[in-house]
Nanobody, 122 residues
């Protein structure tokens, strides 16, 4: 399995931006499809975005489409989530994921990071 460490979370005002990073260990990073999920207090963990192993295909949840962008740098073993126009309802713990194929559901995820908190104030 690949080890994942997220960073970049924090407190931001509504309308602001944050970029999350996820550093992966191991030499096989480029073979994994990567993704981001989030979990708000009292809610189930939900899909946010995913990217194929080569970065040619991306997927985003409707609630973040046109605001969040996922990307990856296989040379740096890192995946990013650029979050713009943040809203208070984006407040959640954000988790990085790695899987052999692109996955859009929690049950199919191969590896999880420990999560990073994002708080958006109104």
């Amino acid at each position: 399995q690949v080890q994942l460490v997220e960073s970049g979370g924090g407190l931001v005002q509504a309308g602001g931006s944050l970029r999350l990073s996820c550093a992966a260990s191991g030499r096989t990073f480029s073979r994994y499809s990567m993704g981001w999920f989030r979990q708000a207090p009292g809610k189930e963990r939900e899909f946010v975005a995913a990217i194929s192993w080569a970065g040619g295909t991306t997927y985003s949840a409707d609630v973040v489409k046109d605001r969040f962008t996922i990307s990856r740098d296989n040379a740096k073993n890192t995946v990013y989530l650029q979050m713009n126009s943040l809203k208070p309802e984006d407040t959640a713990v954000y988790y990085c994921t790695a899987s052999p194929l692109v996955v859009l559901t929690t049950k199919a995820v191969g590896s999880w990071g420990q999560g990073t908190q994002v708080t958006v104030s109104s």
